[in-house]
């Protein structure tokens, strides 16, 4: 058998028949910490917002094909990313307490 680091090579029980298969190596994902912030704005009709970070930086999200929805003063989480030359939070989710229930700084306001 031939083995090198990218392909393993194997005979058949056919004298003339040779099997290749390739090496694939596991790639470990980056895992990047979330970042937290507070729903300043946010439109419903063309999922739109506005998330306000613990910096106090003001950063837009856009939600597409995602049936989540958001209110204002909401407590979420989010990475960013440069995109279309600003930037803009992606994988924005609710931040869930005890209950399971979104957690809000409204403070009993509805």
Not at 7 to 13: I, Q
Not at 15 to 30: E, F
Request: charged fraction near 20%.
């Amino acid at each position: 058998m031939f083995s090198n680091k990218y392909l393993n090579l194997k005979l058949s029980p056919y004298k003339y028949v040779l099997y290749i298969a390739p090496v694939y190596k596991t790639v470990q994902p980056k895992i990047y910490s979330m970042r937290t912030g507070i729903v300043i704005a946010y439109n419903s009709k063309v999922k739109i917002g506005i998330i306000k970070d613990s910096n106090g930086q003001k950063i837009r999200f856009y939600l597409e094909g995602v049936a989540i929805t958001f209110r204002r003063f909401d407590v979420v989480q989010f990475n960013i990313s440069f995109i279309a030359g600003s930037l803009r939070a992606i994988d924005v989710i609710h931040v869930l307490d005890r209950n399971g229930k979104p957690v809000t700084m409204t403070a009993g306001v509805k």
